[in-house]
């Protein structure tokens, strides 16, 4: 099992283009989360899924749109990228124990 | 948003003894988690704690919990190169979602 899968690993955008980051679980979980980590500032949750059909703003939901396309994916997108949008995306599952399984990131540079 | 803090940086000599706290702010948390996230990578569940405990032991991880003034602490007993990291403590809120802290970085020196 692969758990939580993200794409790109990398990526570099210029101010104002767009882009989606794709997330997929092969964990059978109802919850899926996005959550954009910045240094010293921990992890803000960005949008959040509870269950397919289904989407809720987070803390930071400014400036993203997101996307529950079935029950394995969850796609966060930027329709037009700004600098401050620089950070460390992570997705993540949720079980029925509350644990959260993270994906490896997608590292983001907007310059 | 409720605020989950801790101190950022901690170093320790290899085989002493960690000690990464954590204060948060909402009393209604029923769970309350430590994640361990290594270089480049995502966070990875170290271990959690219902909110009525006051402690629990896991291997070389001790949690303790005081609920009174809301401070959650992780120990862990001679700590090991490996275990340089970021450490996050999380409160759950609501019925879907954990708040994080900002983080410790532990360094430990060999």
């Known amino acids: 099992n692969a758990g939580v899968t993200q794409t790109p690993k990398f990526q570099v955008l210029k101010t104002g283009q767009s882009m989606t980051l794709q997330c997929a679980q092969d964990m059978n979980h109802n919850s899926m989360y996005w959550y954009r980590q910045d240094p010293g500032m921990g992890l803000r949750l960005i949008y959040y899924s509870a269950s397919e059909g289904t989407t809720d703003k987070g803390e930071v939901p400014n400036g993203y749109n997101v996307s529950r396309l079935n029950k394995r994916e969850f796609s966060l997108r930027l329709e037009s990228a700004a600098p401050s949008q620089t950070s460390v995306y992570f997705c993540?599952?949720?079980?029925?124990?509350?644990?959260?399984?993270f994906g490896p990131g997608t590292r983001l540079t907007v310059t | 948003g409720e605020d989950v803090e801790q101190s950022l940086f901690l170093s320790v000599r290899e085989g002493d003894s960690s000690v990464i706290n954590c204060t948060y702010t909402d009393s209604s948390s029923t769970y309350l988690y430590w994640y361990k996230q290594e270089p480049g990578a995502g966070l990875q569940l170290l271990t959690y704690i219902f909110s009525n405990m006051d402690m629990k032991q896991d291997q070389r991880l001790t949690v303790l919990l005081n609920k009174k003034d809301k401070h959650l602490s992780l120990r862990i007993a001679d700590t090991q190169t490996g275990d340089s990291a970021i450490y996050f403590c999380a409160e759950k809120m609501g019925a879907n979602n954990l708040f994080f802290g900002t983080g410790t970085r532990l360094t430990v020196i060999p």
């Open positions: 993540a599952t949720r079980d029925s124990s509350y644990e959260q399984y």
